[in-house]
T-cell receptor, first 109, second 112 residues
Framework: GQNIDQPTEMTATEGAIVQINCTYQTSGFNGLFWYQQHAGEAPTFLSYNVLDGLEEKGRFSSFLSRSKGYSYLLLKELQMKDSASYLCAVRDSNYQLIWGAGTKLIIKP | IAGITQAPTSQILAAGRRMTLRCTQDMRHNAMYWYRQDLGLGLRLIHYSNTAGTTGKGEVPDGYSVSRANTDDFPLTLASAVPSQTSVYFC???????????FGEGSRLTVL
């Protein structure tokens, strides 16, 4: 079966760095997405990785290792507004998105 | 209209009633999707459409139907609602099949 694993919840301190991991087992691989979802709102796109390595976009970076079936989202200089759920999704060989359950990130002052 | 609009934003419905959730996009995206989101679970695909005139079944299609008469509209119908269909429903679109998704604000449905 297809499976995406992420930690259910993480806590971090304002100004710090946090890494949210995602491991996957899917039928084929055609890219990995990270989305941010604030409570009561719609998910919004953060990043896309299809090749191994690190993609940096401001305070957010995303890393992919296809051989390990592993990705992480790195958030630097955490702000209170970063409190949200972070969703990992993998596009499989049929170009369908398989979603993880999301990681709820709590930022404390 | 900017992006994707869903209606209603919230609805309480008696079991057995018919309900249509509306979704309209103005980005001229070819692909559209309906997801449900339940606590502790990932987004689950109900139905999708890769282009106007075509639809396909997702992971959890039972009890739901869709139509795609034109590019902009993609309504989701519950023919006879049941309590297990209580959920938050998100409509989304993408330029191409499997591309970055743009989501509507969601429709919170409660079936009693």
């Amino acid at each position: 079966g297809q499976n995406i694993d992420q930690p259910t919840e993480m806590t971090a301190t304002e100004g710090a760095i946090v890494q949210i991991n995602c491991t996957y087992q899917t039928s084929g691989f055609n890219g990995l997405f990270w989305y941010q979802q604030h409570a009561g709102e719609a998910p919004t796109f953060l990043s896309y990785n299809v090749l191994d390595g690190l993609e940096e976009k401001g305070r957010f970076s995303s890393f992919l290792s296809r051989s390990k079936g592993y990705s992480y989202l790195l958030l630097k200089e955490l702000q209170m507004k970063d409190s949200a759920s972070y969703l990992c999704a993998v596009r499989d060989s049929n170009y369908q998105l398989i979603w993880g359950a999301g990681t709820k990130l709590i930022i404390k002052p | 209209i900017a992006g994707i609009t869903q209606a209603p934003t919230s609805q309480i419905l008696a079991a057995g009633r018919r309900m249509t959730l509306r979704c309209t996009q103005d980005m001229r995206h070819n692909a559209m999707y309906w997801y449900r989101q339940d606590l502790g679970l990932g987004l689950r695909l109900i139905h999708y459409s890769n282009t106007a005139g075509t639809t396909g079944k997702g992971e959890v299609p039972d009890g739901y139907s869709v139509s795609r008469a034109n590019t902009d509209d993609f309504p989701l119908t519950l023919a006879s609602a049941v309590p297990s269909q209580t959920s938050v429903y998100f409509c989304a679109s993408s330029r191409g099949e499997g591309g970055e998704l743009f989501f509507g604000e969601g429709s919170r449905l409660t079936v009693l």
